[in-house]
């Protein structure tokens, strides 16, 4: 019998409209780490994982902060894990990385830059 797990955080497409096996997952619009089927290295057919809070300076992300899992779901709950974890270590999100999301985002609504002097 399989193991039942739930999602706990948002988790979306990394690249809409291609037919890639590629995830993002997101706390509060805080990148928290990234799954996708490998169809490349040696590790072809597994689904590889891997944690990521950088835009949280100071974030104490546990070791090992990638690998590989049979399934995509497995590679999913790892992902999640590794965030917990870290946020545990860390203690609390500090309002600036709030301040650095909301800063990116409104960057990236204005990229790519419009050209100077209307041609």
């Given at each position: 019998?399989?193991?039942?797990?739930?999602?706990?955080?948002?988790?979306?497409?990394?690249?809409?409209?291609?037919?890639?096996?590629?995830?993002?997952?997101?706390?509060?619009?805080?990148?928290?780490?990234?799954?996708?089927?490998?169809?490349?290295?040696?590790?072809?057919?597994?689904?590889?994982?891997?944690?990521?809070?950088?835009s949280w300076w100071g974030f104490e992300g546990p070791m090992p902060h990638s690998g590989w899992e049979l399934e995509a779901w497995q590679a999913a709950k790892r992902v999640e894990g590794w965030y917990d974890e870290g946020c545990a270590a860390t203690g609390p999100r500090p309002a600036i990385v709030d301040a650095i999301i909301t800063s990116l985002e409104e960057r990236m609504a204005n990229w790519p830059p419009k050209p100077k002097g209307g041609y």
């Open positions: 019998m399989s193991e039942i797990w739930k999602r706990k955080y948002e988790w979306r497409v990394t690249w809409p409209g291609e037919n890639l096996k590629d995830w993002v997952a997101t706390h509060d619009r805080l990148i928290i780490g990234r799954v996708r089927l490998d169809t490349t290295s040696l590790h072809a057919g597994k689904y590889s994982w891997s944690g990521n809070c950088s």
